[in-house]
């Protein structure tokens, strides 16, 4: 019989480092395990987590909180050129990068120092520096909560786009994903250094992808906070996407707004970090939570901030972007 544990802070287990209980409490280790609690707890309201790097607790939760736990990888195919990877869920993604260079596998060298664990990285795409996830996802196992099987969902079904797939929406909170499998490259690698940042800072050489891992970590920390020492989740809001016609009439008033390459022929993804910083917010203080004095798109908790206190801001910060630039932020944080 598992026991599950009563009563249990979140604290330890959000990069927010927001207080918040759970009643039940969980931490799984491998499928079998987590077959077994979904079959005998129908009825009981059930929360999924991770890394805890991409949720805001906003209040107690009534119900059962499976925290994913199970670890290994398994090359499953090599070939001259490439490696396939199947790496389970409860992994630490950042590790997992640092194996993958380790092995000299490139492919997600520029998604190095991402907080949270591999099977996450889906849910949202994860992406950085001109890298997204989808790039290297081949498939992922994932237990269809309603049936309690575990299927096989491969690339093309997974509805990827920025910073979301049908796992965050169409079919938000239907399964459960247990691994993930990924397709690297051998050497010769084809680094990306597109992305502005690592463009200034290779200035014309071509990197190795371990040069990359390093640049990538060395420019995230001196932008982005260290939830160990100030709680976060990185970016709070998604970068939005505009039509072409509200871009030119944006820009006719705000020269200076950054825009990103074109993604599609309709639509223009601007800068949320621009538009926030642009209405005075970077740095403020609101309560318990902030915003980043180095990234006005990282909300922070800087004295032990309620889950509350954050989404207050968060909205403040809503309401001021939708008055001045008539764009509505969406977040990138889930909200719980
Ligand atoms: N900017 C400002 N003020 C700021 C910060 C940035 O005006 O306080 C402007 C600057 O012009 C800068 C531009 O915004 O050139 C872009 O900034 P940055 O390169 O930091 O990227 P971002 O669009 O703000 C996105 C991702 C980050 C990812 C970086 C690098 C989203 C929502 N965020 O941020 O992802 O690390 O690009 O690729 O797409 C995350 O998802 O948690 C995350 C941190």
């Avoid at 920390?221 to 020492?229: A, G, Q, R």
Wanted: hydrophobic share 40%; glycine share 6%; charged share 25%.
């Amino acid at each position: 019989m598992l026991r599950f544990k009563e009563n249990v802070s979140l604290k330890p287990y959000n990069t927010f480092g927001i207080e918040a209980k759970t009643k039940y409490f969980y931490k799984v280790s491998n499928t079998i395990e987590l077959k077994k609690i979904l079959e005998t707890n129908k009825n009981i309201p059930l929360r999924i987590l991770g890394g805890g790097s991409n949720v805001l607790f906003t209040e107690d939760f009534d119900g059962l909180t499976l925290l994913i736990a199970n670890k290994g990888k398994a090359v499953l195919e090599e070939t001259s050129k490439t490696v396939i990877v199947e790496v389970q869920a409860g992994e630490n993604w950042h590790e997992f990068v640092m194996w993958c260079l380790n092995n000299n596998y490139g492919g997600i060298e520029n998604l190095a120092l991402i907080p949270g664990r591999v099977g996450a990285t889906p849910i949202q795409n994860i992406g950085a520096y001109g890298v997204e996830l989808n790039s290297v996802f081949k498939w992922c196992k994932a237990i269809n909560i309603a049936t309690l099987k575990e299927e096989v969902i491969f690339k093309k079904d997974c509805e990827f786009n920025y910073r979301t797939s049908i796992f965050k929406a169409r079919q938000k909170g239907k399964y459960i994903i247990t691994s993930v499998c990924f397709q690297l490259q051998k050497p010769p690698h084809y680094p990306n250094i597109e992305y502005d940042a690592l463009k200034e800072y290779f200035e014309g050489k071509s990197p190795k992808i371990d040069e990359i891992a390093s640049a990538v970590i060395e420019i995230r920390e001196s932008k982005l906070p260290n939830p160990k020492i100030l709680g976060n989740c990185g970016s709070f809001f998604k970068n939005p996407l505009v039509s072409k016609s509200h871009y030119k009439l944006l820009k006719e008033s705000f020269s200076e707004l950054p825009s990103y390459p074109i993604i599609s022929d309709e639509q223009i993804k601007i800068s949320a970090a621009w538009l926030i910083d642009h209405l005075g917010f970077k740095g403020t203080q609101h309560g318990g939570a902030g915003v980043h004095k180095n990234q006005a798109l990282v909300l922070v908790n800087l004295n032990a901030a309620k889950g509350k206190e954050v989404l207050d801001l968060a909205q403040k910060i809503q309401s001021a972007v939708k008055k001045t630039f008539n764009i509505t932020l969406e977040t990138e944080v889930n909200i719980l």
